[in-house]
């Protein structure tokens, strides 16, 4: 009795998850993030999870229809038939979501062993206390000009002080959204430029070894069923408006780079890890990341000649580095 009610609720577990994972593809293929109601399915459903699933759901379909026994699978033809046509189509799904898995977030050229004038780091710490000590010699380590922070401290908890004293050649440039931009060189100007629905996005206007550039550093909403429309189209002006300048926009984006809305910064600028970046997109979440949320842009007159992901336990965020030159 309890196997048969265990086999039960096992196929309507599959049958539920099997439509799912049809739907999570028709999202992928068509509206994408577009309609606010579809969004959590859009974000919980990345190529790497559709693939895993479908896997999953496939082995199940097919043993059921190899099976025969009451229970525990089909009892006619046609419910074995079945059973293995849904394997074979989920099989399909699989097939297709690693393809474009393999080829939507993943970069196949090799590391260059370069680098640039300007090197920037930048890693969502995850509100460290504990932690903190760890996370500053990394970031030390990195010998960086630029050190971009998301998280960068808990919920009503001032370290500002504790990153001053680690990082002394540094100014400090602390903003909403959680966000503290560390620049080895001279803060020019400090512009918030945006605030809206939970998103944040700051200008800061350097001079590093003699060239100016402007740093766009954002936080953008998290909340899965919040739409990135409004905030993305906002920032997409600020870097319009900018697009002259040696402007690099930086920051946890909480939007995979597959989203339609990140479509206008591609129209500006370039992605460092698409334009010279090596391995898996994704940075979130560790140690299994599937979401591509922190990213580093750069406007024409930079270009990005090395970024590199390196993964934590101090954090559920992958870290991002890269080695940038100037064109002119």
């Not at 999570?24 to 919980?44: E, I, K, N, S």
Request: glycine share 6%; charged share 20%; proline share 5%.
């Amino acid at each position: 009795m309890i196997r048969r009610s265990l086999a039960g609720s096992l196929y309507v577990l599959a049958c539920l998850s099997t439509v799912l994972i049809v739907m999570a593809v028709v999202v992928r293929c068509t509206v994408q993030d577009r309609w606010p109601g579809l969004l959590l399915l859009f974000f919980a459903t990345p190529w790497p999870v559709i693939t895993a699933g479908a896997a999953i759901w496939a082995v199940y379909w097919f043993r059921r229809g190899w099976a025969g026994e009451a229970g525990s699978a089909p009892s006619t033809v046609i419910d074995r038939r079945s059973s293995w046509l849904t394997g074979v189509g989920l099989g399909v799904v699989c097939v297709a979501a690693l393809a474009a898995w393999l080829t939507h977030d993943w970069q196949w050229r090799r590391a260059k062993d370069v680098r640039g004038s300007l090197r920037l780091a930048h890693w969502n710490v995850d509100r460290p206390i504990m932690r903190q000590a760890g996370d500053f010699r990394w970031l030390a380590a990195q010998d960086a000009d630029l050190i971009s922070i998301a998280e960068r401290e808990p919920r009503k908890i001032n370290m500002k002080a504790r990153w001053q004293a680690a990082f002394p050649d540094y100014q400090l440039v602390t903003a909403r959204g959680e966000t503290l931009l560390m620049v080895r060189g001279e803060v020019l100007s400090v512009s918030k430029d945006m605030r809206h629905e939970g998103s944040f996005a700051t200008t800061i206007r350097t001079r590093i070894r003699g060239h100016e550039v402007t740093v766009l550093q954002v936080d953008i909403n998290g909340t899965p069923w919040a739409s990135r429309a409004g905030a993305l189209d906002r920032v997409a002006a600020i870097v319009h408006e900018h697009r002259a300048e040696n402007l690099i926009l930086v920051g946890d984006f909480n939007t995979p780079l597959d989203s339609v809305f990140i479509a206008p910064l591609r129209a500006e600028m370039v992605n460092a890890f698409e334009t010279a970046g090596s391995g898996c997109a994704a940075t979130w979440p560790m140690p299994l990341p599937v979401l591509s949320l922190d990213q580093v842009w750069t406007s024409p007159t930079l270009r990005p000649v090395r970024c590199e992901h390196f993964g934590s336990w101090r954090s559920d965020h992958r870290a991002v580095v890269a080695e940038i030159d100037f064109v002119k």
